[in-house]
Structure formats: C-alpha cells, structure tokens
C-alpha cells in the first residue's frame, strides 16, 4: 500500500481551511482522515475513526483540550472540519475512573462535554480516542489486517510480523470496556506504533497526522507483504453447470425476498450484483456453503449485511424460509442470553452469494443496496486471503449478534420515513426530452430509482447525473427490440428489477394522409407504436420474473381520439397506441401489472417545438401564449404537469385501462 501524502496538498488544506478559521491541527486531521477513507481496502461507508488531541476556546474565550473526533453520520472519504466535533478532553480522562459507564451515559456524558451542543454525536468510540495518548488517533478495517486478525493464531501472526511494534487487544465489544483494554494495552507498551484489536480492525497513532497515517500505510503494508507470500488460495470450482443469466435470475430472487417477507415487512428490495473475479471465485466454489456460514470480517459490517449471506441455489422460496428461520433461531438463542429485551429486525438477508454469478447486495436503496455489495466483495476478499494463510475464524455468534441489535450501531442507519415510491425502480424512455427528463425527476422525488433510456445515450447520462448519483441513463434506439430488450437487461443489472414503465419515447409526423409517404407513416408506426411494443414486452418480462405485479404507463397523446389536419401519421399511430394500452390492461391485469395512459397536449418538447408554436398559432391568429394556453383553464400545460400525471397513475393501486387528459380542458378531446 502506497502512502498518499503530499506535504503540498497538506499545505493546501491547512491554508483552505484556514481560510474559515479552522486550526491546523484539525486542518490535518481532516486532510489525512480524507487520505484514508478514499481507499475501500482502509475503509468502507462510514466506517473507521479519526481524532486529534487540540486545544479551541469555548463560549468564553477560553483555551480548552479538547478531543476532535469523528461524528456520527460522517464518511471519512468526504469528512470536513465539523465532522470532528471537539469534545472537552479533562473531563472525559475522568470517566476513566470508573468500574463500569452503560452506553446510555457514556453516549450522554459525551453529549454534554461537545464545545458546539448543536455538533453531531461522537463516535461510539471517543472513549477508546481519548484513552490513548496520543495527539492523532487513526482506526481502520484493513482488508488485509481483518485477514490476520480473523485467524485463530492471530496473536503469532502479528508477533511474527511486526515483533513489539504493534500492542494487541483480545476483541471487547465496542463501548467503554474496549477503550480502558485499549487504553490499558496503549500504556504497557509506549513504544507502539500501532495497535490491533483483533476480529475488529487496527489502529495507529503518532504526534503528527502525517507520522500517524504514514504508520497505518506501514502497518497495512507489512500485513500486505505477509499475505502475498502466501500461496492464494487453491479454488474448487463446483462441477460446470448453465450459468444463470442476471436478467433472469435477479428478478425472481426480488420475487423471492417479497414472498419471503409477507405481510410483516416491506415487500419490495434494490439488489446490486458484484460479478468479478473475486466475486466469483467465492460464489463459484465447492466451499461456499461453509465460508458463507463463517460470519462478517468485523463486527461493524453486521449491520449491513447480517451475519451470514444467503446461498441461492435450487428452489430460491424454500432457502428464503431456510435463512428466515435460521436467523429466527438466532435471535431466540441470543434474545434469551442478553435478558430477553430485544426486537427482533427482519430476517431477510443483506447479502446473496448466487453460484454461476456472484454476490449480491440487498437494500431499500440502490445506495444501501452497493453499500452491501462493496462490504460482499471486501468479506470476499478478506476470506480468501485469511484462508491463504491459515483459516478464516472471524467473531463468533454472540459477540456478533451483540453488536448488530447494539442500540448505538443501530442508530448508524437512520429510521426516517420512507417515501411514496421508495423501492421501486422507474424506467422512462425518451427520457432526455422535456416530458421524460420531468417525468425522472417527479418519480425519483417519490423514492424511486431512476434509469433513463434515449436515443442520444449522452444527453440520458448528462439527465440521470443531473437526477442523482444512482440514476442510470443509456443510449437506446427503441424502435430495435433487441436494443430494448439489452437495455432493460441492464437496468436489472444495475437494481435487481424493473417496477414501474414510463414509455414515453415519441415523435410527430406531419402530413396530409392522402399525399404521405408510405416509408413516413412506417416510420411514425415503429417509434409511436412498435417501440411501445417491444418496451411493453420486455417490462412484462421482468414483471413475470419478480411476481410483484407492475405499473405500465404510456404516453399517448390527445391525438389518439381528438386528431389534427395534417397529423394523421401521428395521431393513427397513436390510436393504436392507446388500444394496446387497453389491450395490456386487460391481459396482464388478472398478473397484478396496472396498465394505464396520459393524453397530454400542446407541451413545450421535442414534439412542439417553438417554431411549430408560432406556426400554429399564426395560423389561428393568435399569440404563441395564446395557443398555449387555449383550454377551458386558460392555463400552458407544462412537461411537469404531465410528469405528476404519470406519479398519479403509478401511484393509483386499483386502476387499470385508464387514460388521464393532462390539457387543461379540451371537449373535442375528453373520451367517450
């Protein structure tokens, strides 16, 4: 592992910072806290720690030690300044004192001592910052580190490897117990570069930032250099059997976790699959079913992936029940053992191993759901090289099921409400455009995760970036059912599934009937009618795999039953349209999938350019805002408008077949 120190870009941070009144302590805290959280092998999504020991003045000017360290919610990879909250450093030394603090007071005490009341939580592990002496303070989850110290002759390990450089520490649950061991472990040898909690994660420390991530890179290094004189390890690849392909395989382990859930929990999960090598080789071998019942590479990872993943293979139902009630099990036996206080979390599982394809990453999010998938590869990583040199024996039963119904890790993952739509993921195409690119924007803002196909594949990438970083756009040419049916592939890829359709791709043709080309009206047919088609099938697909049921949406056009002179190619494809609209509705309503349509009119777009705008309204004689706004609400319908149309449709739980006029008030166009 290669150090990332610039003394330059150090400069640079404390000068930047500076700038805002920050110290240079903190100002190298946050720089080399950046260094080591941008690196997944040191650590993954919140996890790890920083501090540094400083003095600030409080409310009265005066100079105080304080401890900065990490606040509850922050990342190290983008942490600034206020994500170390100073914590007043004499009186937490005091707690030091005591026989024993609950996690109740100790959470309190550390409350009441922040120099800003209005600072986010400190770390649950300030006490164990504070208890160590020195000035900087850096805690990691090294890959390579975990590998070792999840051996069962750890302790020989590292003795072999780093002589009296590092102390080590039996694993202690996190909380007050573990900051006096470590604190105590610290004091015996204070000549350490370095201490490693074992089954947990390492620490280094020093009286500069630089000196103290620079003993991590050390560390980390020699644990590296360790391992890869080790053979890897030899894989048993199971015997050849048909790879299962993702487009089918993720929506019916979707089907499966909704079924797997019932009633008692929310049905519907974003899942995140990992297919590369290392992935593969640990979902691919003949050991898998004993290494997916080890455990996590450390405790912290618990509460996102529980303990163990599921192994998919066979009949996905009955593993979903074995895993449940397995998991039910555990919580009985553990509930018992810690008093009986707990409520139970739900027994589905966070992490899928699915031989022939890799691990997937379950989650409410696509966010949660990677968030899994990047601890899935890391476990894999870690597993593989910790059974190179010996055997993977991370953190047993108790301590693990200790630390994933731990109030103060719990409290790591939020409770806040979900939204409308959260969970399901939305497809809408011609989705660059004005009405499609609205359209993204109203559903994400339900909940939904977002994925874009048009024809310009960089204006639906430049949309989805502009959505949110999940959001997915892709070039499609939807008229090509072979594009449609990639992209759709794709898509479930990327979350597992697909649950909403906004088909919206379109183009007008003009011309009167009696002098058009043949080749025009075809043309206007395969984009306002086939593409439908061949979008609708692929959704289908996906729907039947899952079993969840779906929400089909169409853009139609009130020209479909109100047509204009000269729009005939437009208008007669779509009519069509909307019979295939009713013709979905009435075939796949009894599967649970709601087929619905929105007639919209005179929309600034792609369709109704602004020079067709003052065309048409010369030819009326009147002005353009006229035209625009020529309705029985005298109002301009907006792409927006129609966008909360389609969120309404989606959101309409027992309709189906209908279509939703979005024209401010049009009596030649309302249906009969």
Not at 4 to 21: I, S
Not at 118 to 133: C, D, K, Q, R
Not at 225 to 250: E, H
């Amino acid at each position: 592992m290669r150090s990332l120190w610039r003394d330059e870009d150090a400069q640079a941070a404390v000068d930047r910072y500076g700038a805002r009144g920050v110290g240079e302590d903190l100002a190298l805290r946050t720089y080399s806290a950046r260094l080591l959280g941008c690196d997944p092998r040191l650590v993954l999504h919140g996890g790890g720690n920083t501090s540094v020991k400083t003095i600030q003045r409080d409310v009265f000017g005066e100079e105080v030690e304080v401890l900065c360290v990490k606040g509850s919610g922050w990342d190290l990879g983008a942490i600034e300044p206020e994500g170390h909250p100073a914590v007043r450093l004499a009186p937490l030394m005091k707690l030091r004192a005591l026989n024993r603090l609950s996690d109740e007071d100790m959470v309190a005490a550390q409350r009441q001592l922040l120099l800003d009341p209005g600072a986010p939580n400190p770390s649950v592990e300030t006490l164990l910052h504070a208890f160590i002496p020195d000035k900087f303070v850096d805690h990691t989850h090294s890959t390579a580190i975990l590998a070792l110290a999840d051996q069962p002759e750890a302790e020989a390990i590292f003795a072999e490897i780093f002589g009296g450089r590092v102390a080590l520490v039996p694993y202690v649950m996190p909380g007050f117990d573990l900051a006096r061991a470590a604190g105590d472990a610290r004091e015996a040898m204070p000549d350490a570069e370095g201490m490693i909690l074992l089954r947990h994660g390492v620490f280094a420390f020093g009286p500069t930032a630089k000196q103290s991530y620079e003993r991590m890179i050390a560390l980390v290094s020699a644990a590296e250099a360790y391992i890869a004189r080790r053979p890897r390890v030899a894989l048993q690849p199971a015997p050849p059997a048909d790879r299962p392909a993702a487009a089918q395989a993720l929506p019916a382990i979707r089907g499966a976790l909704a079924r797997a859930a019932g009633n008692a929990w929310p049905g519907r999960w974003i899942l995140d699959l990992r297919s590369g090598e290392t992935a593969r080789a640990i979902a691919d071998d003949t050991r898998l079913p004993d290494w997916a019942g080890r455990g996590v590479a450390t405790p912290d990872h618990v509460i996102r992936t529980k303990r163990f993943p599921l192994v998919a293979s066979g009949d996905l139902d009955a593993a979903m029940a074995a895993y449940g009630a397995a998991y039910r099990d555990y919580f009985e036996r553990n509930n018992a053992r810690a008093g009986g206080a707990k409520t139970q979390l739900d027994p589905l599982p966070r992490l899928i191993a699915v031989p022939g394809l890799g691990l997937v990453g379950v989650g409410k999010s696509s966010a949660e759901a990677a968030i899994a998938a990047d601890i899935a590869e890391n476990w894999a990583e870690t597993l593989l090289n910790a059974e190179a040199v010996g055997r993977f024996e991370p953190v047993g039963e108790a301590d693990t099921f200790d630390m994933e119904y731990w109030s103060l890790e719990q409290a790591k993952l939020g409770k806040s409400p979900e939204k409308r739509l959260a969970r399901h993921v939305t497809v809408v195409t011609g989705g660059a455009g004005a009405i499609g690119s609205a359209t993204a924007r109203a559903f994400a803002a339900e909940g939904c995760e977002i994925a874009l196909l048009d024809l310009d594949g960089e204006a639906a990438a430049r949309t989805a970036k502009a959505i949110g970083s999940r959001a997915l756009g892709l070039g499609c040419d939807v008229t090509q059912a072979a594009a449609v049916d990639a992209a759709f592939a794709e898509i479930v890829r990327r979350f597992g599934g697909v649950d909403i359709v906004v088909s919206n791709a379109g183009a007008a043709f003009t011309g009167a009937m009696a002098d058009l080309d043949d080749a025009v009206l075809r043309k206007s047919f395969e984009l306002n009618f086939f593409s439908h088609q061949a979008v609708a099938k692929a959704a289908a697909r996906v729907f039947r795999a899952q079993g969840l049921g779906g929400s089909l949406l169409f853009n139609v056009s009130k020209q479909a039953v109100n047509p204009g002179p000269d729009f005939g190619a437009y208008g007669t494809s779509k009519a069509a349209l909307l019979a295939l609209v009713r013709q979905y509705a009435l075939e796949l309503g009894p599967e649970g999938v709601r087929c619905n349509g929105v007639n919209a009119d005179r929309i600034r777009s792609g369709l109704l350019t602004e020079e067709m705008i003052r065309a048409r309204s010369a030819a009326r004689g009147v002005t353009p805002q006229a035209y625009m706004s020529g309705n029985l609400l005298g109002e301009e319908v907006r792409a927006e408008d129609v966008a909360q149309a389609f969120v309404f449709a989606a959101l309409m739980r027992r309709t189906t077949g209908a279509v939703l006029p979005v024209d401010g008030g049009n009596v030649a166009a309302m249906l009969r």
